[in-house]
């Protein structure tokens, strides 16, 4: 199977969720509840690439805040 479709578009995009938790999803996949596309689009690799780029803190956004209120 290609990383792109037929017609030679995107054939996965970038997800992200409530955590600021990134994932790469197909595109002809109806995406899983809780996950938002986050305009990102391209073949598998392309997406892995963009998220390794923009995705620098992998604590979920929910620890992230405890951590600054607490002054950790």
């Known amino acids: 199977m290609s990383d ?3 017609a030679g578009g995107a054939g996965y995009l ?3 969720n409530d ?3 990134y994932s790469v999803w197909r595109a002809d996949r109806e995406l899983p509840g809780g996950w938002y ?3 990102t ?3 598998r690799q392309e997406c892995l690439d963009h998220i390794g780029r923009v995705w620098t803190d ?3 956004l ?3 805040r405890t951590m600054a209120q ?3």
Do not use: N, Y
Request: charged share 35%.
């Open 19 to 21: 955590e600021e938790q």
């Open 62 to 64: 929910s620890l992230r």
């Open 41 to 43: 689009t391209g073949s």
């Open 4 to 6: 792109t479709d037929e």
């Open 70 to 72: 607490s002054g950790a």
């Open 58 to 60: 992998m604590r979920p």
């Open 37 to 39: 596309a986050e305009g």
């Open 14 to 16: 970038v997800v992200r």
